[in-house]
């Protein structure tokens, strides 16, 4: 059973940091992509970073490029998402997503997977 499990979210000032942790289990990390998304207030759920677990490559949006560094840990079965110089504008919800490839004799699909979210709260 595919499971990631979110947590180090919480209250920081403006300009603080804080690292949110996303313990996944269940699937093969090589055959995934792993994504923080946020969803702030009012607004819809958004991308802003993922690692490919293939080849460690990395993607950010550009509000938090410079700022927020996605890592993994394989050793933990761990994604960490280490938040700099954080904003009120970061306030959200942070979800932790698996993209995960499955592959069958007959057949190559992907599936999403979601953790519960954890809530970052900036404080100006």
């Known amino acids: 059973e595919v499971q990631l499990v979110e947590s180090g979210g919480g209250l920081v000032q403006a300009g603080g940091s804080l690292r949110l942790s996303c313990l996944h289990s269940g699937f093969t990390f090589n055959d995934s992509a792993i994504g923080w998304f946020h969803r702030a207030p009012g607004k819809e759920r958004v991308g802003i970073s993922c690692i490919s677990g293939s080849d460690g490559s990395t993607w950010y949006e550009d509000s938090v490029k410079g700022r927020f560094t996605i890592s993994s840990d394989n050793t933990k079965n761990t994604v960490y998402l280490q938040m700099n110089s954080v904003k009120p504008e970061d306030t959200a919800v942070y979800y932790c997503?698996?993209?995960?490839?499955?592959?069958?004799?007959?057949?190559?699909?992907?599936?999403?997977?979601w953790g519960q979210g954890t809530q970052v709260t900036v404080s100006s």
């Open positions: 997503n698996a993209d995960i490839i499955f592959s069958g004799s007959l057949s190559v699909y992907s599936q999403d997977y």
